[in-house]
């Protein structure tokens, strides 16, 4: 994953001055020594200038830690902690932050050695709701060096997610298709998530593409597809053209990122892409998500955000994703029922022409895009890479703006069952707890478009806090909630 951020957070102990400074010292050692010890120490950098008493500290300590190359930050109250000084601290840090407290030691040492931090750690969240400041606090964030440590590693997903969203512009071509207004994508609510959009046409993308015939890396670009999809290779036709637009893709990012350092695409694959192109982009969509620039179809910015959380999160390739069709009945009757723990309703199947990549599929091929090809020359069309999603678990999430510029989200997690799909494009039958009702009081309710994100694994945690921190309302982060547990809109008398 070469297009998302490395994150190296600056631990910094605070002090209140009518405590023992030893105390926040003393366990600001030990909290770094349990990190280095059970994770990887380049993660982390220890602050040695001063705990932060004052003001006066607070500046040391910043300085310190951005001359250090620090992009995340870590308030660690050794005990009760100075709550001016330390929001300050992270009122002024450029980037994600997070606090968190020491929690006691002995019973033996409740006199001196007692820091108070339990208290310290309310009177810091209320200060920082007093100055506006943002940062992400963890469900129970006091604990022992071992469990603070824990609690560090599980922010680096989410500081890697903020850092990179800091630092992204998305690149669009052309309008999204007819009858695909549902990837609406109101553009204010980037700006105010700190995201750059750059919108093109298809025309720029097309001169640039012809720009590109006769590129001299393209046989270069060609043998490396070759190696990629072995036996799979059933249309190396295509080829030349593909390795010639993936050139075009990629001279366009370095061209035109300008001062951000991540880019995610939303791209136009049809109604004219195939005819003016001359084939479907989605082989090279996949080859690019692989390796960190996520690309999303029919023009889905919203999409292609998600997909980039999630490849920050995961640190793995992504994918988008139709919630397309019902799993039928004899499908399910004959291979899900009784083998796993789900009922019909939990089951759908997700579905995309071929943007998955290899990697994330079971077995794979290069093959035409079976739906264009009903109205058009199958030549045209070819450029899918097609295969079942390999099982295992999933996440399915996705960040949207509404047409009225508000933001929500929502994440499930579940799996890929190892179920033939006897489908076509990149495809897989999916799981997740009470989909039937998540789908109509969520998805439906809620008016989401019909394109999901998929992390392969679960990253639900590590994605809810992305989402808290940048400020979607918590009443709008949904999730696939328990029969236990009604939605608003659920009807309480359904089945009585």
Request: proline content about 5%; aromatic content about 10%; glycine content about 8%.
């Amino acid at each position: 994953m070469n297009n998302i951020p490395k994150v190296k957070i600056g631990i910094v102990a605070v002090s209140r001055d009518c405590f023992p400074e030893s105390l926040s010292v003393g366990r600001r050692q030990a909290f770094v020594k349990a990190y280095s010890s059970k994770y990887d120490e380049a993660d982390i950098y220890e602050c040695p200038v001063c705990i932060v008493e004052s003001e006066i500290h607070m500046v040391q300590a910043l300085d310190d830690i951005k001359k250090a190359g620090c992009n995340a930050l870590c308030v660690y109250l050794g005990n009760f902690g100075p709550e001016i000084s330390e929001t300050l601290l992270a009122k002024h840090f450029e980037g994600p932050k997070m606090f968190v407290a020491a929690a006691e030691e002995t019973q033996n040492d409740l006199k001196q050695g007692r820091g108070d931090a339990y208290c310290g750690i309310l009177n810091a969240s209320y200060n920082l709701k007093l100055r506006n400041v943002g940062a992400y606090i963890p469900e129970y964030p006091v604990g022992d060096a071992e469990e603070c440590a824990d609690m560090l590693h599980e922010f680096l997903p989410i500081a890697r997610a903020l850092a990179g969203l800091s630092k992204l512009k998305i690149i669009s071509f052309g309008p999204r298709p007819l009858n695909f207004l549902a990837c609406n994508a109101p553009i204010k609510q980037l700006y105010n998530l700190g995201v750059e959009i750059e919108e093109n046409s298809e025309l720029d993308l097309f001169e640039a593409f012809h720009k590109h015939a006769g590129d001299d890396r393209i046989p270069q670009v060609v043998e490396d597809m070759e190696k990629e999809l072995g036996v799979g290779n059933k249309k190396p036709e295509i080829l030349k053209k593909l390795a010639q637009y993936e050139l075009t893709l990629l001279d366009w990012i370095e061209e035109h990122k300008g001062y951000r350092e991540y880019v995610a695409i939303a791209g136009k694959c049809w109604p004219a892409f195939q005819t003016q192109f001359g084939f479907v982009p989605c082989y090279v969509n996949s080859r690019l998500t692989g390796r960190g620039i996520p690309v999303s179809c029919e023009v889905d910015i919203y999409g292609a955000l998600s997909e980039f959380i999630g490849t920050c999160v995961s640190q793995d390739a992504v994918t988008l994703l139709d919630i397309n069709n019902s799993v039928p009945k004899d499908m399910y009757e004959e291979s899900i029922k009784n083998k796993f723990d789900y009922k019909h309703k939990d089951t759908f199947m997700g579905f995309h022409c071929g943007n998955t990549c290899s990697c994330k599929l079971s077995g794979y091929e290069m093959k035409n895009q079976m739906i264009m090809a009903r109205s058009l020359p199958v030549e045209v069309t070819n450029g899918t890479l097609e295969g079942d999603i390999i099982p295992g678990d999933i996440t399915f999430f996705r960040l949207q703006s509404t047409a009225d510029c508000k933001l929500r989200a929502y994440v499930a997690q579940g799996e890929v069952l190892p179920v033939a799909t006897r489908s076509f494009g990149s495809v897989g039958v999916f799981a997740i707890k009470e989909m039937g009702r998540f789908y109509r009081h969520v998805l439906i309710e809620k008016n989401y478009p019909h394109h999901g994100a998929v992390a392969f694994g679960h990253y639900g945690q590590a994605l809810f806090e992305v989402f808290k921190y940048i400020g979607v309302p918590i009443e709008d982060i949904n999730y696939n909630q328990p029969a236990s547990l009604p939605y608003a809109t659920e009807n309480p008398f359904k089945g009585v």
